[in-house]
């Protein structure tokens, strides 16, 4: 199949920290960029971080210096890193790769993992 699961959400105090995991499977991992989005109840869906599969990453202007995001090709997995978290964190996290299959490409997402952090 071809999917992407998330793991390691939940509750987190502000300044704390936790690390997100998405696992593909059914694609040539190590030749997809990975990306991570987050979505707040009425706003819109916000890049955070991406990794190319060179390793190259990008952060959104909101994260930098506090999240990390990193993979593991032998794993199929991504990853990301949060610290120092705020209650503007809170938010439902995607990981996301755009795929190619015939006919074109296609946003794969995964299932969305709940990110809580108390003030």
């Known amino acids: 199949q071809v999917q992407l699961v998330e793991s390691g959400g939940g509750l987190v105090q502000t300044g704390g920290s936790l690390r997100l995991s998405c696992v593909a499977s059914?694609?040539?991992?190590?030749?997809?960029?990975m990306r991570w989005y987050r979505q707040a109840p009425g706003k819109q869906r916000e890049l955070v971080a991406q990794?190319?599969?060179?390793?190259?990453?990008n952060y959104g202007d909101s994260v930098k210096g506090r999240f990390t995001i990193s993979r593991d090709n032998a794993k199929n997995t991504v990853y990301l890193q949060m610290s120092s978290l705020k209650p503007e964190d809170t938010a439902v996290y995607y990981c996301?790769?755009?795929?190619?299959?015939?006919?074109?490409?296609?946003?794969?997402w995964g299932q969305g993992t709940q990110i809580t952090v108390s003030s």
């Open positions: 059914g694609i040539i991992f190590s030749d997809h960029t």
């Open positions: 990794v190319t599969s060179g390793g190259g990453t």
């Open positions: 996301n790769t755009l795929h190619l299959r015939p006919g074109g490409f296609v946003n794969l």
